[in-house]
């Protein structure tokens, strides 16, 4: 299993940028996949989509502006940033959850993912 992070950028205050994660090893459907954002020494949970499930909302500051979507014709899951804001600035990454919950999200935990990607750099400047 690999998960590769993609389109992270700089961007200023109000814009947008789009994240990508490709998978490959597994297909999407098989296990559910989340975004993560590293603030110091953690990693927050910020949204997990699930082909059975649906789309699970974690972090209250980014709901209606970011959004998560998956194409699993190409395996791939994105996270659509709209209305960026400095406090955003952060390396975003992707895993899949534990082999435990298949096709489920879990509980906003970053002990409950794993297969983490190697992250994607964001900085919004103000």
């Known amino acids: 299993v690999q998960l590769v992070e993609s389109g992270g950028g700089s961007v200023q205050t109000g814009g947008s940028l789009r994240l990508s994660c490709a998978a490959s090893?597994?297909?999407?459907?098989?296990?559910?996949v989340g975004w993560f954002r590293r603030v110091g020494r953690e990693r927050l949970a910020l949204s997990c989509i699930?082909?059975?499930?649906?789309?699970?909302e974690y972090l209250d500051s980014v709901k209606g502006r970011f959004t998560i979507s998956a194409d699993n014709q190409k395996n791939i899951v994105y996270l659509q940033m709209d209305r960026l804001k400095p406090e955003d600035t952060a390396v975003y990454y992707c895993?899949?959850?534990?082999?435990?919950?298949?096709?489920?999200?879990?509980?906003?935990?970053?002990?409950?993912?794993?297969?983490w990607g190697q992250g994607t750099q964001v900085t919004v400047s103000s």
């Open positions: 895993a899949t959850v534990l082999p435990y919950y298949g096709d489920t999200c879990p509980r906003a935990m970053e002990a409950d993912f794993t297969s």
């Open positions: 090893g597994f297909t999407l459907g098989d296990y559910a």
């Open positions: 699930s082909k059975s499930d649906g789309i699970t």
